[in-house]
């Protein structure tokens, strides 16, 4: 005898091939749920795994700390400081890469390799071309970022102010290491700069001589031995530097590269646990809804399976293999696709972090999980469905329903019955006379339209940040940095060049804040009394006005040292009278990006000691005058950058905006199949329901139009009032979303853009205008005498 | 002298419907003997349908006892109320109730799948006279077809019991008459208690027993002295 599969079975396949529009869209829906958390999740997992695997191959080290100078025997007082496994110590001097075109050199920091460039911490990875050669003075390697960018190969020349005198070297190969992940210029940059900033390394013995540090060094990395606490080797290595000018070591948390790393995989962490989590929830709660009214429409045949001596778990059965039918292709579909775009992804990213070694690894209890969430979610929807009707006798489940108790609605009621006509009463009362249903719907909707919004939401948080930070708080479009203070007379001139519209000084100095045992590295500005390029604005935009004495700092600063208004804290300066000094904290300010302390300049020249001098030039120039202005100016001895606010903008956006893109690409991918999918199959499922009404409607003679009228309006109206609250749950997800992710470099504001809730809308409306033309094709294919003759 | 295989005792169902109550049934006394040809007749409202529901373990009476043999069907459980229906009874339901997405044999097999010793699905529709449309879908076929389709899906179990609603009334005149020899044969070769529900006085004729249902209550009961052929019942 062949195999033949029972009746029961083939039911099973005709009934899924029935409604095979209906499962496949189910299946999508289960699919982008699943995916969407697997990709966000197994990226972030693999990016993390990529980046302690780079860390540890190339030995990246736990404190780093800077000084003047030291002879190279305190090496060893540093190794006996408790905590302390292996220090290697440098030379870093900063010099400039002279390059062809543009007016101002580019800033190098020149680091020195041990013999045969092995360094035992901070290793260099070299990515092309050979090591420097031994006591080599003028051959070195080049930061990979900074090549890409100048097109500059293993085997060039550069022209390299070093200590004054310009060297020619040769640039024997490209490389990078940990601590260059983000190239970072010094000076408590906020912003990478792989421009502007280079990074080279040269053989210690033959870089010394021109420093003239030999037998000396003046940077340290420092690698702890496990379970050391940090802050007990960060002050036993500042005791061991403090009399060679140690300025203060620092931990893995602050290294400049790795601290806006962390800031990046932070936001990473962020949209790969709650966003997947908010997908995967929607998906199974609309999975959950759709299932629950097919079965619903499976009611006569649940009966008459019983009546035919079929027990409830034969039938459980039937309809648990058809949801899992549904629910095991949308989760395989899932997998594979998260596994894919995951892995995509990973290396998108990867290779924008220049990690050398990616390890995309998914493991089985994320897919795992995501399948039960969904996957549980589904069957625990049909069987809510099926319990209902299995606890009827059979001969109650077979009966009709009992015909519905219609009743005037509301907008009837109120004298707007007459208004609608025949047709768009039957509208309203239909959906009247479930209000729960049409509830759901609305509901389900409404998360749709949600979720599409929250794929959105961090680039418009992005561009909001981008907008107001660089362009309402800051209206100079140049900026001039001197190598020291200058006297304000250089802002005059400045002010005199051609096309400059306005040009006012600024004085800004790092400092180390303390409260208690916790500390940061702050930026104090001081502003002019009359200044009127920048503004100090707050998170929703407002305009904060500059303090009339003391230092307003960034809110998250506050927050971070724990400091209120009214507090003193306690500085150390790095320039003018080096030493301590208490500086009293009248405000806070809410804003968007970094973490610095505003007050008067006059305030902070006098802390400074020094007289009426200035660090910066903030320029309003037309940007036609631009180019020439940076020429010039990088003319004039003392002009240490001069940075153009559209340059500075771009790098900004190629940082931290474009990860986004990608990011947000996806969820909108993904949010729009699970929107589109809830509203083809609410409109399907309304079909079936409704079937043989309105196939009576058409034998009483109503038109085809007329009848895809009352189902189109039907959903119609649950489409248009889902809307509104979809879009106020979106932004509530959003602001849920913004406070659980808190970098310190930036906050996300949540300004949700117009184009973001049109897109939301469009969407809906998209996928509800196609479905209706689905559902239209099917309403008038409706074989009437086909419906009407079998009941039920 | 035959045993009852079905007796009911002061059955009642009533309807709740918020604060409506429909009284189907109040207190019906009934047997059903065995190997007896029985029809059910009464107005449209009477409670014909309700009771054989309840005589089918498709429903639970609000009151009384329904016994098939010695087993109290009150008082079974959920599933041997459903063990009752799948081993003794053969149900032709007024509304066939045939699944869509089967052909004709595939419904029929539903049911020999799951009993113990039933026909073989081709047998029971050849029975019926559908011998050349067993692969075709419920859709396809006209409503007495449906309703042949039906029967054969009863009878192919060789139940005990036979209950039928209303089993010809969708059908023209011919296709009526193969239904009912069907049902005829079933209860004279098997010796099936059967039950018929109709509205069609002549097929009273063929019972050996006639009940008439009023307004929930046994009315009228007759034994008939001479059972007519089926072949020979006109309407
Ligand atoms: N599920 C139900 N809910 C409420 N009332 C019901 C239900 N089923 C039947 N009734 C009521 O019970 C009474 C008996 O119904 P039943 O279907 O048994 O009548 P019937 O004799 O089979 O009628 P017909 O000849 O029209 O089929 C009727 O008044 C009917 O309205
Ligand atoms: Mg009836």
């Known amino acids: ?248 070591a620092v931990g893995r948390d602050l290294q400049p590269s790795n601290f806006i790393l962390d800031g990046e995989l932070e936001q990473l962490r962020q949209f790969s646990t709650v966003v997947p989590i908010i997908f995967l929830g929607v998906a199974a709660f609309l999975l959950n809804m759709v299932l629950s009214r097919l079965l619903h429409l499976q009611r006569t045949q649940v009966a008459a399976l019983k009546a035919l001596g079929y027990h409830d778990s034969e039938v459980g059965l039937h309809y648990l293999k058809m949801t899992l039918g549904v629910v095991i292709a949308g989760s395989v579909l899932g997998v594979v696709l998260g596994w894919y775009l995951g892995r995509a992804m990973t290396l998108f990213y990867g290779n924008f972090f220049g990690f050398p070694i990616l390890e995309f690894r998914m493991g089985w209890r994320a897919p795992l999980a995501g399948i039960l969430i969904a996957g549980g979610a589904g069957v625990i929807g049909a069987f809510t469905a099926l319990r209902k009707i299995l606890a009827l006798s059979p001969a109650e489940a077979m009966s009709p329903e009992p015909p519905a108790r219609y009743r005037p609605t509301l907008p009837e009621r109120m004298g707007l019955g007459r208004l609608v006509g025949p047709m768009g009463r039957m509208v309203l009362r239909e959906l009247g ?70 040009a006012e000084g600024m004085r800004v100095t790092s400092v180390r804040m303390y409260a208690g045992h916790r500390w940061r590295d702050v930026p104090l500005q001081g502003y002019p009394d009359e200044a009127r390029l920048r503004q100090l604005l707050d998170a929703d935009g407002r305009l904060r006005p500059f303090p009339d004495e003391g230092v307003v700092i960034t809110e998250k600063l506050g927050e971070v ?178 406070g659980t992710v808190d970098p310190e470099r930036y906050r996300l504001p949540v300004v949700l853009s117009a184009e973001t809730y049109g897109f939301a809308v469009s969407v809906i409306l998209v996928a509800a205008t196609a479905s209706a033309l689905l559902v239209r094709r099917k309403l008038d294919r409706l074989d009437l005498i086909g419906v009407l003759k079998t009941r039920e | 002298m035959p045993e009852p295989v079905l007796t009911t005792r002061g059955v009642t169902r009533i309807y709740e419907m918020g604060e409506i109550q429909v009284q189907a049934l109040r207190g019906v006394d009934f047997e059903l003997m065995e190997s007896e040809f029985l029809v059910l007749v009464g107005a449209s409202g009477s409670g014909k349908s309700t009771l054989m529901n309840i005589l089918g373990g498709l429903d639970r009476p609000t009151d009384g006892t329904v016994h098939f043999r010695d087993q109290e069907l009150t008082r079974a459980s959920d599933r041997e109320l459903t063990e009752y229906r799948r081993n003794h009874v053969g149900f032709i339901f007024q509304f066939y109730n045939l699944m869509p997405s089967l052909t004709a044999r595939e419904n029929v097999s539903l049911v020999t799948e799951i009993t113990r010793d039933p026909m073989p699905a081709d047998e029971a529709l050849a029975l019926v006279g559908l011998e050349h449309r067993l692969d075709h879908f419920p859709s396809q076929l006209s409503g007495g077809e449906q309703q042949r389709v039906a029967v054969a899906r009863a009878i192919a179990k060789r139940p005990e019991l036979l209950l039928c609603d209303e089993p010809t009334g969708a059908l023209d005149y011919r296709s009526g008459v193969v239904v009912l020899e069907v049902i005829e044969r079933v209860n004279r070769e098997l010796g099936t208690a059967t039950a018929v529900i109709t509205h069609n006085a002549p097929i009273s004729a063929m019972a050996s027993r006639v009940v008439t249902l009023h307004d929930g209550a046994i009315d009228e009961e007759r034994h008939n002295e001479a059972r007519a052929p089926a072949s020979e019942i006109r309407w």
């Open chain 1, 1 to 248: 005898m062949r195999f033949s599969p029972s009746a029961l079975d083939r039911k099973l396949i005709r009934d899924l091939k029935g409604m095979l529009g209906q499962g496949i869209t189910i299946s999508l829906v289960v699919a982008a749920g699943i995916s969407g958390f697997l990709t966000l999740r197994a990226t972030y997992s693999s990016l993390l795994e990529s980046r302690d695997q780079y860390y540890e191959e190339y030995r990246f080290g736990d404190v780093f700390a800077q000084l003047d100078r030291a002879p190279e025997s305190v090496a060893e007082r540093m190794e006996s400081v408790p905590g302390v496994a292996l220090v290697h110590t440098r030379v870093a001097e900063s010099a400039r890469i002279l390059m062809e075109g543009p007016a101002q050199s580019p800033q190098a920091l020149i680091l020195s390799l041990p013999p045969g460039g092995d360094a035992p911490l901070n290793q260099v990875l070299l990515r092309e071309g050979r090591w420097p050669g031994a006591g080599e003075s003028d051959e070195a390697l080049l930061l990979d970022t900074f090549a890409e960018r100048w097109e500059v190969a293993a085997g060039d020349t550069l022209g390299v102010v070093m200590n004054g005198a310009l060297r020619s070297v040769r640039i024997t190969g490209l490389a990078t290491s940990p601590e260059f992940i983000y190239p970072m210029p010094p000076g408590g940059a906020l912003i990478p700069d792989d421009e502007r900033f280079a990074v080279l390394w040269m053989d210690r013995r033959g870089m010394a001589p021109i420093f003239r540090m030999e037998g000396a060094f003046n940077d340290v990395v420092v690698r702890m031995n496990p379970g050391a606490l940090e802050r007990e080797v960060l002050a036993g290595i500042d005791g061991v530097l403090e009399p060679y000018g140690g300025r203060g």
């Open chain 1, 433 to 502: 006379r479930r209000p729960l249903r049409t509830g759901l719907s609305a509901l389900g909707i409404a998360l749709a339209i949600a979720i599409v919004v929250v794929g959105r939401f961090s680039e418009d948080a992005m561009n909001y940040l981008m907008e107001e930070q660089f362009y309402r708080a800051w209206r100079e479009n140049v900026t001039v940095a001197f190598a020291g203070p200058t006297p304000e007379r250089a802002i005059r001139e400045i002010a005199a060049l051609p096309g400059v519209a306005h």
């Open chain 1, 561 to 738: 040292l724990g400091i209120a208004p009214g507090d003193s804290v306690r500085v150390t300066l790095r320039e003018g009278r080096p030493g301590e000094a208490t500086l009293r904290i009248t405000g806070t300010v809410d804003e968007m990006l970094g973490m610095q302390g505003h007050m008067r300049m006059s305030e902070l020249n006098a802390l400074l000691a020094e007289g009426p001098v200035v660090s910066q030039a903030l320029v309003q120039i037309d940007p036609r005058d631009v180019d020439a202005l940076e020429a010039r100016l990088m003319e004039w001895p003392g002009v240490l950058d001069v940075a153009s606010r559209d340059a500075l903008v771009e790098r900004f956006r190629e940082q931290s905006a474009e990860m986004l893109t990608v990011m947000t690409l996806i969820l909108t991918l993904f949010a729009s199949v699970i929107a589109a999918g809830v509203v083809y199959n609410n409109a399907r499922v309304a079909v079936s329901m409704r079937e043989r009404d309105l196939a009576s409607l058409r034998v009483l003679g109503f038109s085809r139009r007329e009848i895809s009228t009352v189902l189109l309006g039907e959903m119609g109206v649950q489409v248009l009032i889902a809307i509104p609250p979809g879009l106020w749950i979106g932004h509530r997800l959003c602001v849920w979303i913004a």
